[in-house]
């Protein structure tokens, strides 16, 4: 993600309906899958482990998107025995930086037979490492969520290592721009679980319009990924 930028009518914020996920720090990106046999290898049960060419920066818990070949001559990527690869997954482990367990979500994954490929992309949010201090994406508190409780945020954080000391700050605003954003009451984190380095903040009333996380300080340049769900 780019540093924070104020929303236009050209390219408005992205409104924070209930159950809706935004990253404010995280970027969606596309990592190339190694060559067949090797890059794709699904076990009889349906989970499939994937290689990348290089370091994908993926979060356990995340979904993955396994599409189109990198120079595509269908819709899937190269399989040995002919089953389907194509479609979406979640993250359960990562053994390297160029490695991650999958387990499928489609119905239609979860019933392929054991097979080998690869070539293609898998697609996931890859953690970023900011230079501090400094915004992540904003995001606007839709009044909609009202419809379904108090009008409130979760944000979630996570390093990719130990961060050492840092500070990330919940900023909100009532008009998206730079200088009238503010940290709320109790919203400086600076402290993450010492095995998993990642934290948890519930705001559960705010009536300002507009949100985002700041890094402001970090001691470590490790990687760092940052969620708001309304």
């Not at 540093?3 to 309906?17: E, K």
């Not at 794709?40 to 995340?62: D, F, K, P």
């Not at 990198?70 to 930086?97: D, L, Q």
């Not at 054991?114 to 900011?130: K, L």
């Amino acid at each position: 993600m780019p540093n924070y930028v104020q929303g236009s009518l050209n390219a408005p914020l992205q409104g924070l309906m209930r159950g809706v996920v935004g990253y404010s720090f995280g970027a969606l990106t596309a990592s190339t899958i190694t060559a067949s046999p090797g890059g794709l290898v699904r076990a009889a049960g349906g989970n499939v482990t994937v290689t990348t060419s290089a370091n994908h920066n993926w979060q356990i818990g995340n979904n993955v998107y396994i599409g189109l070949q990198a120079n595509p001559t269908g819709t899937e990527p190269a399989s040995v025995g002919g089953t389907r690869f194509g479609g979406n997954y979640t993250i359960t482990a990562i053994p390297s930086a160029t490695t991650a367990t999958l387990v499928p979500v489609d119905d239609a994954l979860r019933h392929q037979a054991p097979d080998t490929g690869g070539t293609g992309t898998a697609i996931s949010i890859a953690v970023e490492s900011p230079a501090p201090p400094q915004a992540g994406q904003a995001f606007a508190v839709n009044s909609t969520m009202l419809l379904s409780g108090p009008l409130g945020f979760a944000v979630d954080g996570k390093f990719s290592a130990a961060p050492g000391a840092f500070e990330v700050d919940i900023q909100v605003a009532d008009v998206d721009a730079d200088a009238n954003y503010q940290t709320i009451s109790n919203g400086n984190v600076t402290t993450v679980d010492a095995t998993n380095f990642t934290f948890h903040f519930d705001c559960t009333w705010i009536i300002a319009k507009f949100v985002r996380a700041k890094l402001l300080t970090r001691t470590n340049a490790v990687g760092f990924v940052c969620s708001i769900r309304g």
